[in-house]
């Protein structure tokens, strides 16, 4: 990503394609291709059948960058367990796998 107005329109992108998986007037195809878009950003669709995860909703609407500062303040902080310090670099990974940093 280029730009801040590039990541604002990555939450976009993801989130229609996330409207588009619960939107019970949409093709199998066409949700089958927004399952595709969604995991090749490293996001999981799997949820989708009754929502999405909550890592998920921790990322679409808000700033990238924000949320990467937040999962490295959790990897730091040392009254975090070693657990959610784990889960926090997965999540730091998937951001910068998407461009947020």
Do not use: F, W
């Not at 999405?52 to 367990?81: E, F, R």
């Not at 070693?82 to 998407?98: D, G, H, N, T, V």
């Amino acid at each position: 990503m280029d730009s801040a107005s590039d990541q604002k329109n990555l939450g976009n992108v993801i989130g229609g394609h996330k409207a588009n998986l619960h939107n019970p007037n949409t093709s199998e195809e066409a949700k089958q291709h927004s399952r595709e878009v969604l995991e090749e950003l490293g996001l999981e669709t799997g949820s989708y059948t009754s929502g999405p995860s909550s890592a998920d909703v921790n990322i679409v609407g808000k700033n990238p960058g924000n949320v990467a500062g937040g999962y490295k303040a959790t990897l730091h902080n040392p009254n975090v367990s070693e657990e959610a310090k784990e889960r926090a670099q997965e999540k730091l990974e998937k951001l910068e796998k998407m461009g947020a940093e």
